[in-house]
């Protein structure tokens, strides 16, 4: 392996070791600021507090002046950002996310749904007839930062389905909670502001056919529209949501990347800066703006706007007064009942009944207990929690009231969270989905190229009609290039029928093609010809490798085909594979990207591992 592809490898993977640790170091950063807020609040300085986030802050651009304080900037002004990158989660997960799996979706989008029913139905039956019943909305949301990073600190065994399980609820907890604060908390709606918003919003819409200078446009509209939603009587961080929600979203396009993969090429044979340019837009252009946004935002607000936000939110005072009135606050215990017991079994008891009525399923590998651990963890509720405080409640000793609610909340629902999951764990230990080969190699079924005995195998899940799949990218070329022999590559079918319409078809082609010794010609063809797939394509291409094309009609859709292409669909299915491609070095699962510098490191790692194993 050469030492540039083996820098290469080994730099991609300290990022993602480094990624894997943002929640909990998001979350204890959030804590942080939090207790600082706390001690500063009640220490001798205490006054300063209050002082401090009430310091005046004007904004003059050009006629236009508007007076802020500090405190009003941060939950007007920056947490626009955080609602903002909200946005964009909603927008992805329901475009080309969780959210697309309607049979998946359901369990944790009902579940969701409870989670925000009945802790508002506790709040109100505690708050009913005392005058603070309008602040239900303070019980209805999780923090998703807070959420994952108690996640990441507590730590369960093999956590990923139950994350993106918590994350899918997280995006309908957020829609609830962003519904609440238009509708329930707004100041009164002025008309004249509201139409100025629908065409700033129609505006925004149209932005992505400008053919350049999308981001200062986005930039300027969406400042305007700031304006004309706080105009309008709506709180302001709403534009935020808005304008991610008209931002596209989109999966990486073949033809995009093909383009990337010329210029760069083309820069790496002749570097100038014409072709670095181009190469800089065409990398950019393939991914969607939606991505790069979150991908460029997220640590901002991780690491600046939300440490900000409890900083200037959570400075709630513990005094023997405070805490003695609360005691015995019905607005206060609201809020714990709320988001502890509210949030713990909305949550797991309508996870039970989907599950009872089969109006949805739940991923391989989540069980009961680990619902159960992340209902409770989602009565962490944090920002919007300490964000609706300020909406729904205007004096600041009963803001107080809410906040130690709030806090004791978030600190009881992290401890009932972790003893659910180590109980939980020790009767019912999680077992890893999809972390093995479900089905051995066999060298007399499975279609292979490299030696039968190959010291080095890697398997892959593909579909002949996804643009990523390694003969699209050249990933595996590259590392029989390497390997020679010595690699024995094996291909299986995955074909995604929601979204590639002619791949199960293409599967059972090559697998007639196979009937005749031509399997790996078949698929070459295929995948240079993603969007020939048709059923007279298939017969050309058959026709044009030489093949029988009566036999190759009558294999085509016979059952043995089928059952064939079936086979490795279910293998894929019990394994919970929902991507292409997938890649096992040896038997155990490639997690991470599957360029080939990071394949060939990771065949020779495994091999490696093995020895030591067998040694």
């Known amino acids: 392996m050469t030492s540039a592809a083996t820098t290469t490898a080994q730099a991609i993977r300290r990022v993602i070791r480094k990624g894997g640790t943002t929640d909990r170091t998001s979350a204890l950063l959030l804590l942080c600021f939090t207790v600082i807020a706390v001690v500063w609040a009640n220490s001798p300085w205490g006054a300063t507090y209050d002082e401090f986030w009430d310091t005046e802050v004007e904004i003059v651009i050009g006629e236009f002046a508007a007076h802020l304080t500090l405190h009003q900037l941060v939950n007007d002004g920056l947490m626009a950002f955080f609602f903002f990158t909200v946005g964009l989660e909603v927008k992805s997960e329901f475009t ?18 409870a989670g925000l029913a009945l802790p508002a139905a506790i709040f109100l039956l ?33 956590p990923a389905r139950l994350r993106t399980f918590l994350l899918t609820l997280a995006v309908v907890d957020d829609i609830g909670a962003l519904v609440a604060i238009a509708v329930f908390y707004n100041e009164g709606l002025q008309a004249l502001p509201l139409a100025i918003v629908a065409v700033l919003l129609v505006a925004l819409a149209l932005v992505r056919f400008l053919p350049v200078g999308r981001g200062p446009a986005y930039a300027v509209l969406g400042f305007g529209l700031w304006l004309a939603v706080a105009a309008a009587g709506v709180h302001p961080t709403l534009a935020g949501v808005a304008v991610a929600l008209l931002i596209p979203v989109f999966p990486p396009r073949r033809m995009d990347v093909e383009r990337a993969a010329e210029i760069t090429r083309a820069f790496r044979e002749s570097p100038n800066t014409a072709y670095a340019r181009a190469a800089t837009r065409s990398l950019r252009d393939s991914i969607s703006i939606n991505e790069r946004l979150q991908a460029a935002w997220s640590p901002y607000i991780a690491f600046i706007v939300l440490p900000i936000f409890a900083l200037a939110n959570a400075g709630v005072r513990l005094d023997p007064a405070t805490l003695a009135d609360a005691v015995v606050s019905p607005l206060t215990w609201g809020v714990v009942a709320g988001l502890v017991v509210g949030k713990f079994v909305g949550i797991t008891g309508a996870t039970a009944l989907v599950r009872r009525l089969r109006l949805g399923r739940l991923a391989p590998g989540l069980t009961m207990p680990r619902i159960a651990g992340g209902a409770a963890l989602s009565g962490i509720g944090f920002t919007i929690a300490l964000f609706i405080v300020g909406l729904a409640i205007e004096d600041p000793e009963t803001q107080d009231l809410a906040r130690v609610g709030v806090l004791a909340a978030s600190v009881i629902a992290f401890v009932l969270g972790w003893a659910i999951f180590a109980v939980g764990d020790r009767l019912q230990p999680p077992m890893p989905v999809g972390a093995k080969l479900a089905r051995p190699v066999d060298v007399e079924r499975d279609h292979f190229k490299g030696r039968p005995d190959a010291p080095y195998t890697i398997v892959e899940y593909g579909d002949f009609e996804c643009p990523f799949c390694s003969r699209a ?38 697998e007639a093609a196979a009937l005749q010794g031509r399997f790996l010609d078949m698929a070459r063809t295929l995948f240079a010809h993603q969007d020939r797939l048709t059923t007279d394509d298939l017969c050309q291409h058959a026709r ?47 997690v991470g990207p599957y360029d080939s510098a990071t394949l060939i490191l990771a065949l020779e790692a495994g091999r490696e591992r093995d020895e030591r194993a067998a040694g």
């Open 96 to 113: 080309i996310g969780e959210l697309t799996d309607r049979s998946r979706a359901a369990v944790p989008v009902i579940a969701a749904i």
């Open 126 to 158: 505690l708050n009913a007839g005392t005058g603070q019943a309008n602040a239900w909305g303070i019980v209805i949301s999780t923090d998703t930062a807070f959420l994952l990073g108690a996640l990441a600190i507590i730590g369960p065994r093999f």
């Open 473 to 510: 990218t050249g990933s595996i070329d590259a590392v029989i290039a390497h390997f020679g022999d010595d690699v024995r590559w094996v291909f299986r079918h995955l074909p995604l029928e929601t979204v590639h319409p002619h791949a199960k078809e293409a599967a059972q082609a090559a």
């Open 544 to 590: 044009d490798l030489g093949l029988d094309l009566d036999r190759f009609a009558d294999d085509l859709r016979s059952p043995a085909v089928v059952r064939r292409v079936e086979d490795d669909m279910l293998d894929a299915e019990l394994m919970d594979l929902h991507a292409t491609p997938t890649f096992f070095i040896g038997e155990r699962r490639h």
